[in-house]
Structure formats: structure tokens, C-alpha cells
């Protein structure tokens, strides 16, 4: 919740300061960024997206033992003995043994989604099929409804149910611990925004590396802003802090942005 309001907030930041990045040639979106980047591609308001965001909410109330399970996957996914896909499998099954109700779950996406039908330019979703820890990205020629794309990219084990798609179960594409941003391979210009970057700085750097862009920027939360967070990233009380800091961030990096993006 918190890195889809900063997200918003940086991009809207960006906006006001004359570097909008919706003309993006290719928008890949991960979990939250699944979120934001439909937004982004279906040409949304970002204005009216941040005035949502404002919106004062419920503090979060995990129900007990929720907040452990994402945890203890954390703590799979992190353990360096353990072979990246073997890991997000775990992970998985984990996912599919909490028995949370994935009818409930894709009825909140929908309140986020305003968007119901796959945008004209290209998007990539990147999920994680929660049997054997595959990466998956879908884009609209994957023949996947919009808003299962969406839901399951941003399925958190342990706290939001696996989607089904077809005959299979997908999780969090964010269990890669990267920011998919090797999936832009061969692009001339690449800015990679990531709201929890601190959990996998090292892969998302060497994710930028391997796409041999010629000029490139990674943007990530810096200390104002993980304040605004606070310590659950899925309380929607802290999402109008967030999407400040996320306002403040988009000015102040407006330059930088530039440089890489014209």
C-alpha cells in the first residue's frame, strides 16, 4: 500500500517538473509497480490518482500469524544456501497452504484497478507461479484477464491468496527480489523505481547492468520517505505520508530524471 502511494506520488512529482514517464516505449511493473505501471500505460491521472491517495484510511490489522508468514518467507527467500527457484517454490507452497480466499483478494485489486481491459502500449506483469517458483511475465497477448495479472503480481505470501490463471497459481512477482528490470534487455534508456529496493539492492543493480542500456537510473526511497512508510508496508493509514514523500522525492529528483529520460 505504502509503495503504490509513493510511487504515485514520485511519478506525479516528475510530472509537475516537466518529465513525465508515461511515453515510456516499455513499462514492466512488478507487485506494486504492476499497480502504478497499468496506471501509467492506460494514461491515468496522476493527479487524481495522488488526491486518492490522500484519502485518509483504517490503520492495517493483520490477522494473527499473517504477518509471521511473510516473515518466515522473507527469510526463504534471503538464505543464500537455498537456490533462488527452489526458494520462491517454498514460498509458494506456503502461499497455497493458507487457505485465504482469492474472491475476497481480487475484489480489493479491483477497487485499486480502475483500469479493466489490457492498455494499447506494452506492459509486462512479472508473477512467480507459486508450484515450482518460475518467473512469468504476462503481457496483453498472454490472453490473462488485466486484473489477474494484476492480483497476482501483487500476492504477497502469507498475506494475500495465490491467483489462479488458467490451470495454475501464481504469487508476488517481487519474490524474484529484484525489480524485474532485466527484462528490459536492449533498452537505450531505463528508470527503475523501487519502493522496497533495500530488500534486494544488489540484484536490481545487477539486473540495470545486464540490460546494456547506455544511460540508466535507479530510484528508491530514501530515509524521509521510509519513515513515511512506517513498518508495515501494508498499512493504508501511512499511504497519504507516502505519497507525499513520494511528491517531494519526484521534485527533487525531476533533474536527474532528465538526464536519463531526454
Not at 491521472?45 to 486518492?52: Q, Y
Not at 534471503?78 to 533462488?84: I, T
Amino acid at each position: 500500500m505504502t509503495g503504490i502511494a509513493w510511487h504515485l506520488g514520485l511519478l506525479c512529482g516528475l510530472h509537475r517538473a516537466g518529465v513525465p514517464l508515461g511515453d515510456a516505449d516499455t513499462i514492466i511493473g512488478t507487485s506494486a509497480g504492476s499497480v502504478v505501471g497499468t496506471l501509467l500505460a492506460a494514461g491515468a491521472d496522476v493527479e487524481a490518482a495522488v488526491t486518492r491517495q490522500q484519502v485518509p484510511a483504517e490503520p492495517a490489522r493483520t490477522g494473527p500469524g499473517r504477518g509471521g508468514e511473510w516473515l518466515t518467507a522473507m527469510a526463504v527467500l534471503l538464505d543464500p544456501s537455498v537456490p533462488a527457484q527452489q526458494a520462491r517454490a517454498q514460498v509458494g507452497a506456503m502461499a497455497l497452504a493458507a487457505g485465504l480466499d482469492e474472491t475476497r483478494y481480487l475484489a480489493r485489486i479491483a477497487e485499486l484497478l480502475p483500469v479493466t481491459e489490457w492498455p494499447a502500449g506494452d506492459l509486462r506483469i512479472v508473477v512467480v507461479d507459486a508450484a515450482d517458483g518460475r518467473d512469468v511475465v504476462l503481457d496483453s497477448g498472454a490472453g490473462v484477464p488485466l486484473l489477474q495479472a494484476v492480483a497476482a503480481s501483487c500476492a504477497v505470501p502469507g498475506l494475500m491468496p495465490p491467483v489462479t490463471i488458467g490451470d495454475r497459481r501464481y504469487i508476488d512477482g517481487g519474490v524474484r527480489l529484484g525489480a524485474g528490470a532485466d527484462l528490459a534487455a536492449g533498452a537505450e534508456r531505463l528508470v527503475v523505481i523501487a519502493p522496497l529496493a533495500m530488500l534486494g539492492r544488489e540484484r536490481i543493480v545487477e539486473e540495470i547492468a545486464a540490460t546494456g542500456a547506455g544511460k540508466t537510473l535507479l530510484i528508491e526511497p530514501d530515509q524521509e520517505s521510509l519513515t513515511a512508510f512506517g513498518p508495515n508496508f501494508m498499512d493504508a493509514s501511512r499511504r497519504p505520508a507516502a505519497v507525499l514523500a513520494g511528491l517531494r522525492q519526484g521534485e527533487t529528483l525531476a533533474e536527474a530524471v532528465r538526464a536519463v529520460w531526454s
